[in-house]
């Protein structure tokens, strides 16, 4: 199928099933329970977890094949959410068209800043790339403030002239952004008991989007130039000695990283026609970074799981404030009740970046290959014990488990 690998296409397969049945699987608890704080079936973080999963598996042709290390891929992302609005003002709101620019300019962006920024490997590749990034955040306060808006950030006005399309919507409001006439912000909604499952028409868009995005990361991972880019990570010096230059495919990695980078920056402001210059900051381009490592370098699906869980935690555990765990706890006695309350909730709401730290601190300690070093472990572990059948180990010596990607 398509040219995938038996592996590879039951990868394909499972992550397809994940993400069109994600509206029943982040809903596992009922609406009115007091475990639905945990539920995240909700349009607006569904469509996170697929956007950021895209910007990771991106960065990850870059630093998981080829080692290098971007401190700067959120410019990209902020170009292309700043390129699709701009579409959205002057064409039309149809999201593929600004798609399809926020690619390009991206692309272009990334191909200009990485033929600059690979001249050195290393930290200094890493120092470079956040200097680019950060002249970027601060042009787009100053300089740029004619294109970017500055502070207030770019955004959907009546006045635009959408030669294209509608300069305002029948009611007189601002139109909203549509594929052919499919609203983003359609959402249907299924009521099974005390579920409510929400079915979204702009979740659905990037979720096939993602999974294109995924499978074209396949491709490059199996290909000849992706086994290019793992020699690079290996050992480029020996590579330059043979007489083969490199940079010409890892100036292809960056841009093509920068690319993924700049469509799910167009999809952000598909989803919500707004750009900021926030989206550029380098605590975005970190975030990105704790994603795949945090799922897994180098895999392939390691960083849609890193992208998954810094997303939950920032939107779940953040708002699970101190009346939400004195409700939980209300049944303990007033004193330990307090005391449990005030412990946990320095994990939770604003404290939930110590909780998000601690795990990272654990799986880079514990598992350096990430989340998916964790399932193969366990996979691996399953095996061992289905297949001892209660005889000497030492006769049936453990196989090396397949690394799942």
Same mark, same amino acid.
């Given at each position: 199928m398509?040219?995938?690998?038996k592996?590879d296409?039951?990868l394909?397969?499972?992550v ?5 049945a ?9 609406t ?7 539920? =995240? *079936?909700y349009?607006d &973080?569904?469509?996170?977890f +697929? ?5 990771? !598996?991106?960065?990850? /042709? @870059? ?7 971007s ?8 170009v292309?959410s700043?390129?699709?609005?701009w ?5 039309s709101?149809?999201v ?9 300019? =991206? *692309?272009?962006?990334s &191909?200009?800043?990485?033929f +600059? ?5 290393g !930290?200094?590749f890493? /120092? @470079?790339?956040?200097?680019?990034a ?6 787009a306060y100053s300089v ?7 502070e ?6 009546l006045?635009d002239p ?5 300069q305002?919507?029948?009611?007189g409001?601002i ?5 052919f ?15 409510d499952?929400?079915f979204?028409?702009?979740?659905y868009?990037c979720?096939?989007i993602?999974l294109?995005s995924f499978?074209v990361?396949i491709?490059i991972?199996?290909s ?8 690079v990570?290996t050992n480029q010096t ?5 007489g083969?230059?490199t940079r010409p495919y890892?100036?292809?990695a960056f841009v093509?990283s920068g ?8 999809l952000l ?6 750009a900021?210059?926030?989206r550029?900051?380098?605590t975005?381009?970190?975030?990105v ?9 180098g ?5 849609i799981?890193?992208?998954g ?5 920032e ?6 404030n101190?009346?939400?765990?004195h409700?939980?706890f209300s049944?303990l006695p007033g004193?330990?009740?307090d005391?449990?309350v005030w412990?946990l909730s320095r994990?939770?709401g604003d404290g ?7 795990m990272?601190m ?19 572990r399953?095996k ?5 059948g209660?005889?000497d ?12 990607e």
């Amino acid at each position: 199928m398509f040219g995938l690998e038996k592996h590879d296409k039951t990868l394909m397969i499972v992550v397809a099933i994940l993400a069109f049945a994600a509206p029943f699987i982040l809903n596992p608890f009922p609406t009115g329970s007091g475990l639905a704080q945990f539920n =995240a *079936g909700y349009p607006d &973080l569904m469509q996170r977890f +697929v956007i950021f999963g895209i910007f990771a !598996i991106g960065f990850n /042709i @870059l630093f998981g094949l080829t080692g290098y290390l971007s401190f700067g891929h959120a410019a990209f992302l902020g170009v292309g959410s700043y390129s699709a609005v701009w579409m959205f003002k002057l064409l039309s709101m149809n999201v593929l068209p600004a798609i399809i620019l926020s690619v390009i300019v =991206a *692309g272009v962006f990334s &191909l200009l800043i990485g033929f +600059v920024s690979l001249r050195r490997s290393g !930290i200094y590749f890493s /120092i @470079l790339t956040l200097a680019f990034a950060q002249m970027s955040f601060n042009l787009a306060y100053s300089v740029l403030t004619p294109i970017t808006n500055g502070e207030t950030g770019l955004q959907i006005t009546l006045k635009d002239p959408r030669i294209l399309g509608t300069q305002a919507a029948a009611d007189g409001s601002i139109p909203v952004t549509n594929l052919f006439g499919a609203e983003m912000r359609s959402t249907y909604e299924l009521v099974i008991g005390p579920w409510d499952f929400q079915f979204n028409v702009g979740y659905y868009l990037c979720a096939i989007i993602m999974l294109a995005s995924f499978y074209v990361a396949i491709r490059i991972f199996r290909s000849p130039f992706g086994m290019m880019l793992r020699a690079v990570k290996t050992n480029q010096t020996r590579m330059n000695y043979t007489g083969l230059n490199t940079r010409p495919y890892t100036l292809a990695a960056f841009v093509i990283s920068g690319m993924y980078a700049g469509l799910a920056g167009g999809l952000l402001a598909s989803m919500d026609p707004l750009a900021g210059a926030e989206r550029m900051q380098w605590t975005a381009s970190g975030e990105v970074v704790i994603m795949t490592i945090l799922g897994g370098a180098g895999t392939l699906l390691g960083p849609i799981l890193g992208a998954g869980a810094i997303k939950y935690f920032e939107n779940i555990f953040s708002k699970i404030n101190e009346n939400v765990l004195h409700d939980w706890f209300s049944w303990l006695p007033g004193g330990v009740e307090d005391f449990v309350v005030w412990v946990l909730s320095r994990f939770t709401g604003d404290g939930w970046h110590l909780t998000l730290g601690l795990m990272f601190m654990l799986v880079v300690i514990f598992l350096p290959g990430g989340l998916m070093e964790g399932g193969n472990r366990i996979r691996a572990r399953l095996k061992s014990k289905g297949g001892d059948g209660g005889k000497d180990p030492e006769h049936h010596p453990k196989e090396t488990p397949h690394v799942a990607e």
